[in-house]
């Protein structure tokens, strides 16, 4: 089957209406793609509220290294709460909620895939490994391909006032370049091929163009949130709790990377980032390259990523473009997903090939006390995504070449 040639000219289908939802679908929109955009109660209410009615307004600064820049208000050919209707007849899938809300989505959307459909997760966070995982479970047998990013095209926040969600979303900065890897490799080339089919892609595919992982275990160490969160709020959480209480004037213009990154938090960032790379070295596959000077400014790695190594600011300096991102409480994805799922994979990977992770146990277990969670106990696990009891040989026969070996019973 020719992929590339069966998604053309057709509807491209967004599930999830959040931050990354809405980016994704309005910018599509404006690139002159076909899209529907689906979310699932109970967030539809809030997140679809208006966009059927009023369209979407795209717009923001949208920083990047090139110029890139669209925005616009936008209207979709459906906006649903139904997967299936979102689905029929559309040659991409992007998921864009958060890894959480994975198995909700592809509970409903494996019995809906058709054969040549591309799925883009975004970011993966091993949804790739889950979905092929129900896939198996649920005996569907579609010919379709699945791969995942490290991030998000955009960084960007939806408008809430008065904690109603309006039909509006920024993007304060777009990639110059992003990693994807497909489950499995064999079909990497079909899709990265398929990106510039994507309009939300074409500051990417205008920039310094897509880059191929290796394996989605790549994907998933080259994920930059648990590096950036996860110490950035747990060390920072002093500043981020007492801004707009007894400094800073405002609660709302809080950042962790305005106002909480600091060189002491930086080390433990870049501490964290060398037990990803450990870990990627004794499974065999990759993960993206940064140089420890990196992390030592203000947007830390993700300032490069974004950018380009050269991009900086230094500590010395603000960091506007950030404020208001917050987040505002432990009570937020920097922690809720980025340690269950990020930090606590890397953990099990750990234990299952011999490399010690110090630093990521001590933020599993501080994220537990505070958020008074046992992320321990409800954390992703290997078995989970499918992969836990294969060797490490069999491990990467799955991911470079499909080849799936059960458990035996």
């Known amino acids: 089957m020719n992929f590339i040639e069966n998604v053309q000219n057709k509807p491209i289908a967004v599930l999830g209406a959040g931050g990354v939802g809405k980016a994704v679908a309005g910018d599509c929109v404006l690139a002159g793609n076909t899209v529907r955009l689906c979310d699932l109660p109970p967030f539809s209410d809030q997140t679809l509220f208006g966009v059927e009615k009023q369209g979407l307004k795209f717009y923001g600064d949208q920083l990047n290294l090139y110029g890139f820049e669209r925005s616009g208000r936008v209207f979709f050919d459906g906006v649903t709460t139904d997967v299936a209707e979102a689905v029929k007849g559309a040659g991409i899938v992007i998921l864009t909620t958060p890894s959480l809300g994975h198995r909700a989505f592809f509970e409903k959307l494996i019995p809906a895939l058709e054969d ?105 160490f080259s994920n930059v949130n648990p590096v950036l969160h996860c110490p950035g709020v747990i060390l920072g959480v002093g500043v981020m709790e007492n801004w ?49 000077k990196q992390f030592f400014s203000r947007e830390n790695i993700l300032g490069c990523e974004y950018m380009g190594p050269d991009y900086e600011i230094p500590f010395e300096e603000h960091d506007y473009i950030q404020y208001g991102t917050g987040p505002f409480t432990v009570h937020n994805r920097y922690i809720t997903e980025d340690i269950p799922v990020g930090c606590h994979v890397y953990h099990e990977l750990g234990k299952k090939f011999g490399v010690k992770t110090p630093i990521v146990d001590s933020l599993i277990s501080l994220a537990g006390v505070m958020t008074e969670s046992d992320y321990y106990e409800t954390g992703y696990t290997l078995d989970y995504l499918g992969i836990g009891h294969m060797s490490g040989d069999e491990m990467l026969e799955y991911l470079h070449k499909g080849t799936y070996k059960p458990l035996e019973a």
């Not at 993966?124 to 092929?132: A, V």
């Not at 370049?177 to 990106?195: M, N």
């Not at 037990?275 to 420890?292: D, H, P, R, S, Y």
């Open 116 to 220: 040549g459909m591309i799925i883009h997760i975004i970011p993966d966070n091993y949804g790739s490994l889950l979905l092929r995982k129900m896939m198996r479970e649920a005996g569907c047998d579609k010919k379709v391909i699945i791969g995942g990013w490290s991030s998000s095209p955009y960084g960007s926040r939806v408008d809430i006032k008065g904690g109603v969600v309006l039909p509006s979303i920024r993007a304060y900065y777009r990639a110059i370049t992003l990693r994807g890897a497909s489950l499995p490799s064999l079909d990497q080339d079909v899709f990265l091929e398929s990106t510039k089919h994507i309009g939300a892609f074409d500051a990417i595919t205008n920039g310094d163009g897509v880059a191929g992982g290796d394996t989605v275990m790549d994907t998933g």
């Open 244 to 292: 707009g209480v007894i400094y800073g004037e405002e609660k709302n213009d809080f950042s962790i990377y305005s106002h909480a990154y600091c060189p002491s938090i930086s080390k433990v960032q870049y501490g964290l980032y060398e037990e990803q790379c450990a870990l990627a070295e004794a499974m065999n596959v990759g993960i993206q390259f940064f140089e420890k």
